[in-house]
């Protein structure tokens, strides 16, 4: 199976169309991980790696850290982790329903 790119829209429309369920959840997962980004002001994300007719998702953290000195940088990276496991709890919280 080739890759697909969930960044593209015309690929999620489609997706979307075949897997309206699936493609709805993911949104869902997305809305947590932007919502989260947004308030604890950190950039977290969900990628998507696929092969095989197999897709997975990652949830991972961006920290610039250009001219930080380590304690800025440490505190910078629990920021993120904690954003990280909010996000990871909420999700899993949304797959049981």
């Known amino acids: 199976m080739k890759s697909v790119d969930f960044a593209n829209s015309q690929f999620r429309r489609e997706f979307g169309k ?7 959840k993911l949104e ?20 998507y790696d696929s092969s095989e007719g197999e897709t997975s998702l990652t949830l991972r953290a961006k920290i610039e850290e250009k001219g930080m000195d380590l304690k800025s940088k ?7 982790v904690a954003a990280l496991k909010e996000a990871y709890k909420k999700i899993e919280v949304l797959q049981r329903t």
């Open 18 to 24: 075949k897997f309206p369920l699936v493609m709805k």
């Open 28 to 47: 869902e997962y997305e809305k947590i991980v932007s919502d989260i980004s947004l308030v604890r002001d950190v950039n977290i994300e969900i990628t």
């Open 74 to 80: 440490l505190k910078a990276i629990e920021k993120n």
